[in-house]
Nanobody
Framework: VQLQASGGGLVQAGGSLRLSCTAS??????????MAWFRQPPGKEREFVSTITRSGATTLYSDSVKGRFTISRDNAKNTVYLQMNSLKPEDTAVYYCAAASVIFQTDNLRETRGYPYWGQGTQVTVSS
């Protein structure tokens, strides 16, 4: 499955951006039961942002974005979105989407090792 992320850019602090990530390929539907966003700030390791199940009934957020970011998905389009509001300079990072067909250990929902499929990343820069 291939993941294509888009929507990044430069925004002032307090502004908003919406990221999109579309899964494609022969097994894209079954391979993307879970879709997630991670980010990698400059000079730091990749970190979990949010994840969503296929039904949308379950979503998880990191503490740093809870209340400001909203994850959603459109299964007909095999697309996951990340609406980012009240952006802060510390949100500056390359944002990656990821997908998995199933994750058996709940701890892995927030870990890169839980997701075998990754997009190329999109840069988000928040100026102060």
């Amino acid at each position: 499955v291939q993941l294509q992320a888009s929507g990044g850019g430069l925004v002032q602090a307090g502004g908003s951006l919406r990221l999109s990530c579309t899964a494609s390929g022969r097994t894209s539907s079954s391979s993307s039961n879970l879709m997630a966003w991670f980010r990698q700030p400059p000079g730091k390791e990749r970190e979990f942002v949010s994840t969503i199940t296929r039904s949308g009934a379950t979503t998880l957020y990191s503490d740093s974005v809870k209340g400001r970011f909203t994850i959603s998905r459109d299964n007909a389009k095999n697309t996951v979105y990340l609406q980012m509001n009240s952006l802060k300079p510390e949100d500056t990072a390359v944002y990656y989407c990821a997908a998995a067909s199933v994750i058996f250990q709940t701890d892995n929902l927030r870990e890169t090792r839980g997701y075998p499929y990754w997009g190329q990343g999109t840069q988000v820069t928040v100026s102060s």
